[in-house]
């Protein structure tokens, strides 16, 4: 069995079953493609499944696995990875095993389960130990490691005749491969180390430089130096306004967001400008002047990106705003993935040298409200900035 953590996942164009149909056929196997499976002349199959919630595992009770393959085993919760060792299981006369691929994820529970192989200072794999076998027993949720094999004889559990016996032990190995070692893909596709290049700082660290300890944190995904500070934009450019919206004012003993709203530009060769960023704490009605006031301010080629809370308050509210902006060109669309994933596509603009700023008042306030991005408090100024980043970057010429 070959799982993916969703059936979409394991449908992808280039996924499992796009890489299968370039290789079973050729030794002779026949695809059931109802059920994402193919049978060899040996009288073997191969199986394509996805375990989507911790509850999936329970379809394979009572399975028999001799093998068991993850892809992207950090996608998988480790009660689901526990359970399916159980599936792995065989009286056809091979030996069990399981195998998995996986990228970086520092808070995956399975950078705890390699880390014996991973330089704790560094995230990275300790060459010396690339492939060395370990082995362990699993009592409970605690994995415990010897130093050899024969130590883990204490530990011991009832055998078939009832009589206190040696837990078994299982072994586990890591193999870290970089994308160097992978020269088909290279060959290929020489363009790929460029894509990997271009990603923010955290996904770049993972997936090209192997890092298992790196993590997002205040400054990784922006800093004032990527950026040059410039007197005025060029005037062939395409304008966007992003706000993130909030509704509550600021008094003595609260803290609240900030309904925040950011003027993005892009010229035709792929640069970015950032005009004008302002923020405050209102109350609904304040709320709405400041965004007509903005509207009324900016030229008449701004367009404007709202967010749509889900439910319908959050539909009622962005009637009301687009009602009331009526003559702008105004669009509204609800929060697609996490912060961070949302801030790394403008994340890596600018680390890239393709974000400038216009020099004004704002400036010290926005640019220390990013590079406080993903620690701080607040957040509406990342996300009022990668709002107006997506929708200027779907947007049409």
């Known amino acids: 069995m070959f799982f993916r953590r969703s059936t979409v996942q394991v449908r992808n164009e280039g996924g499992l079953c796009d890489e299968s149909e370039k290789l079973y056929p050729s030794i002779g196997a026949s695809p059931k493609e109802h059920v994402l499976q193919w049978s060899f002349p040996s009288g073997a199959s191969v199986s394509f499944a996805h375990l989507e919630h911790d509850k999936t595992v329970l379809n394979w009770q009572g399975s028999q696995i001799p093998l068991i393959c993850f892809d992207e085993l950090t996608h998988f919760s480790a009660k689901q990875f526990?359970?399916?060792?159980?599936r792995n299981r065989s009286m056809s006369g091979v030996r069990p095993y399981i195998r998995a691929t996986c990228n970086p994820d520092a808070d995956s529970w399975?950078?705890?389960?390699?880390?014996?192989?991973?330089?704790?200072?560094?995230?990275l794999p300790i060459p010396e130990r690339a492939g060395v076998l370990r082995w362990f027993v699993r009592i409970g949720d605690a994995i415990i490691w010897p130093d050899s094999p024969q130590d883990l004889a204490r530990h011991t559990a009832p055998n078939e005749d009832g009589v206190e016996a040696p837990i078994p032990p299982k072994s586990v190995t890591f193999v870290p491969a970089m994308l160097s070692d992978n020269r088909a893909l290279m060959a290929a596709d020489p363009s790929y180390l460029a894509n990997l290049m271009a990603l923010p700082t955290i996904e770049r660290e993972r997936l090209l430089g192997?890092?298992?300890?790196?993590?997002?944190?205040?400054?990784?995904?922006?800093?004032?130096?990527?950026?040059?500070?410039?007197?005025?934009a060029p005037h062939d450019i395409r304008?966007?306004?992003?706000?993130?919206?909030?509704?509550?004012?600021?008094t003595e003993s609260n803290d609240p967001d900030w309904t925040a709203g950011t003027l993005l530009g892009k010229t035709p060769d792929g640069r970015y400008f950032v005009a004008d960023h302002r923020r405050d704490r209102?109350?609904?009605?304040?709320?709405e002047r400041m965004i007509k006031n903005t509207a009324e301010g900016d030229v008449r080629q701004v367009a404007i990106s709202l967010p749509q809370d889900p439910g319908q308050a959050g539909k009622s509210q962005v009637a009301t705003l687009t009602k009331m902006l009526a003559g702008f060109s105004v669009r509204s669309s609800p929060e697609s993935g996490d912060k961070i994933t949302r801030f790394s596509g403008f994340s890596a603009q600018a680390e890239a040298g393709n974000v400038f700023v216009i020099r004004g008042r704002w400036n010290e306030d926005w640019f220390t409200a990013l590079e406080s991005f993903p620690e701080a408090t607040h957040d509406d100024d990342a996300d009022s900035t990668s709002r107006a980043f997506n929708a200027l970057s779907r947007r049409r010429r």
């Open 82 to 86: 526990w359970y399916m060792v159980s």
């Open 110 to 123: 399975v950078a705890e389960f390699i880390s014996w192989w991973i330089n704790q200072d560094t995230g």
């Open 210 to 232: 192997g890092n298992w300890k790196i993590r997002p944190a205040a400054g990784l995904y922006f800093q004032r130096a990527w950026c040059q500070v410039v007197e005025a």
């Open 239 to 250: 304008w966007m306004r992003g706000w993130d919206l909030a509704g509550t004012p600021k």
């Open 282 to 287: 209102l109350s609904p009605a304040g709320v």
